[in-house]
């Protein structure tokens, strides 16, 4: 009984995948020619200009911002339509404990030509997490171009530490 050339090709094919034993010499000859074309895949040719050889990217468009950013005005300035600036009128002030109790002092000046009530806030706050742990806020009537005293005595009692005092002022317009 003889075989066709396909099955005899078959049963050599057979024999050396599923037993016969396999030359290391062979597979990494074929390993290292794989490499090789793989490598050479998609390289850019060098130009014979002396330059490196680059490779051109096509430009991605970038993607706009679906609301235009609008620029904040400066909310410290005064406002057109009579409007006073109240941050800088708090000209002097003091905020510190005496041992555990908590003491503000302070002075307005109105730089403006009609009187205003100014309200000054102090609070004090946590300095780990900015919590709010004590406040008062403090009215007082300056006539323009004058000063006047503003104080919390004893509006906390609790420990210096892990804690700061912060003062903001504003205007009560009539």
Not at 14 to 30: D, E, S, T, W, Y
Not at 112 to 132: G, L, N
Request: glycine share 10%; with cysteine.
């Amino acid at each position: 009984m003889t075989r066709s050339a396909d099955e005899q090709a078959y049963a050599v094919t057979r024999a050396r995948v599923c037993g016969a034993p396999v030359r290391p010499a062979g597979l990494v000859a074929v390993a290292l020619a794989s490499a090789l074309a793989l490598g050479a895949c998609g390289q850019p040719t060098p130009s014979d200009d002396g330059v490196g050889p680059t490779v051109s990217v096509e430009v991605q468009p970038t993607i706009a911002p679906e609301t235009p950013t609008v620029d904040a005005p400066d909310t410290t300035a005064p406002v057109a339509g009579g409007l006073f600036d109240a941050s800088t009128s708090l000209v002097a002030s003091s905020c510190q404990p005496t041992g555990d109790v908590w003491n503000f002092a302070g002075t307005v000046q109105n730089s403006d030509t009609v009187p205003h009530t100014f309200t000054v806030a102090v609070f004090v706050v946590r300095t780990s997490d900015a919590s709010d742990v004590a406040g008062k806020e403090i009215d007082v009537t300056v006539g323009p171009g004058e000063k006047g005293d503003v104080a919390a005595k004893a509006f906390w009692r609790g420990p210096a530490t892990g804690v700061e005092c912060l003062t903001g002022v504003t205007v009560k317009e009539e």
